[in-house]
């Protein structure tokens, strides 16, 4: 098998739903190959349907003490993320983090900022959260929306970059340039909005590969990616470098820092980071920062970015032909909920600088930790020199011994049976973890499972991958 970050041609992709246009329209290399998206298949269902659940609304309503039990009941299978035994999907800052949430929570239930005339105080949380956020990333003059998660702001960021292109270098045949590390989401804003995808490998270090970029980078690109960290393996991408390739076609370029937008400005004062990657480098127009993720706010509430007023105007939808007035939207949603907004806003103010800072400590420790129980036992490695708080467990490729081997997708499933949730990805195979503060608690325990599931499986049957996201 090919290694996924060796050396190789840009491959062009066409994401938008109508049919591909011929290969002279696109003015392709001999040596880039063409796909056309495939279609969706239905992916393994993994949960089980309660057989004695009802097929129809109940005619008469039920007590409300038997509602919620049976929602107790459906939750038993659910993995156990408060023990911290799960790295990702929920981060978890401490049981004073939540209460102060769920407080908040409750007072924005039924709230709903589709009208901020109606709710005046949807529209401040936005505005102040951004300035917040803006500080934090070095954009003086930055401005920004709310989101429901980092999908929706790299869609954002996927239409404003097309729109931009059209509107200030009369593009028609929009490219996305990203690396095979970035987010997916990306490719499905390229769908989405018909932009054509031009893939690039990685490198050994798993961080994107500048002369391969350098070659997909053209007069149609209207978006180039960078990732701070990126999620597969943690690395953060050479973004001034990357920018600078935008910059010289005039292409917008976006900072995926759904996962580190709420860490590294924090790492950097505590002396961990010192990679610059935010809005303090020249060509950077938009970035990507969840605080559902180590921002520690409830689901789902992010933050998209852009460098000045002018680039954010073309995220946003204004259209009033139709009979009941103007409608205008700064992102994907009509309606949105109030509630994850409120929540956010409150563990803002509630940690402050300092509680973020003895949070990123924590988690920084706790990674460091891991890692190095990881590197202790005999045939698995870390992919990559990841040094913050995401990183992939691989197996070390040079055992001759077969008997001595670990596969790691049977590592994965021996650990789902201890009760521990890590994504089960690749090529080439590996573990992923996300480790938050709420992970502390639990280390000791998931290293010596980790050990005890590598002697399990050493020598022994293959597992299956998993998926990062479902259908059902």
Known sequence: MVSPHSRSPPRTHWSSPVRPPSASVLHLHEERTWTTRSPTTTPRVTHVTDPQAPSTLPSIGRPADEVMADLTTKRSDDVRWADGRTFGLVFDGGEDVRAVAEQAARLYLHENALNTLAFPSLGSIQSEICGWTSDLLNGSRAAGFLTSGGTESILCAVLAARDRALAERGV???????????????????????????????????????????????????????????????????????????????????????????????????????????????????????????????????????????????????????????????????????????????????????????????????????????????????????????????????????????????????????????????????????VSAGNTKAVNEFLADLSEAAEQVRGGATGEATQYATLE
Request: aromatic share 6%; charged share 20%.
């Open 172 to 434: 028609t045949e929009p490219e996305l340039v990203l690396p095979t590390s970035a987010h997916a989401a990306f490719h499905k804003g390229a769908h989405m909005f018909g932009l054509r995808t031009r893939t690039v490998p990685v490198t050994d270090e798993w961080t994107t590969d500048l002369d391969a970029m350098a070659d997909a980078v053209g007069p149609d690109t209207a978006l180039v990616v960078a990732s701070a960290p990126q999620y597969p393996q943690g690395t953060v991408d050479p973004v001034p470098e990357v920018a600078a390739m935008a910059v010289e076609v005039g292409a917008s370029c976006h900072v995926d820092a759904c996962m580190g937008g709420f860490v590294l400005p924090f790492a950097e004062m505590e002396g961990r980071t010192t990679q610059p990657w935010d809005f303090r480098v020249e060509g950077v127009t938009s970035i990507s920062a969840d605080l559902h993720k180590l921002g520690y706010a409830p689901k789902g509430v992010s933050v998209i970015l852009h460098r000045s007023r002018e680039l954010r105007r073309y995220q946003t939808f204004d259209f009033d032909g139709w009979l009941a007035g103007r409608y205008i939207t700064p992102n994907m949603q009509g309606t949105r909920s109030g509630l994850p907004m409120a929540a956010a806003w409150a563990v803002l103010q509630y940690l402050g600088v300092d509680g973020y800072r003895r949070l990123v400590r924590t988690t920084l420790d706790t990674a460091d930790t891991i890692r190095s129980g990881i590197r202790a036992i005999d045939g698995l490695r870390i992919l990559g020199n990841p040094v913050h708080h995401l990183l992939a467990i691989s197996a070390e490729p040079e055992i001759e011994d077969e008997t001595r081997r670990i596969d790691l997708l049977a590592l994965g499933e021996a650990m789902a049976d201890r009760g521990w949730h890590l994504d089960r990805q690749g090529p080439p195979p590996s573990l992923h973890m996300t």
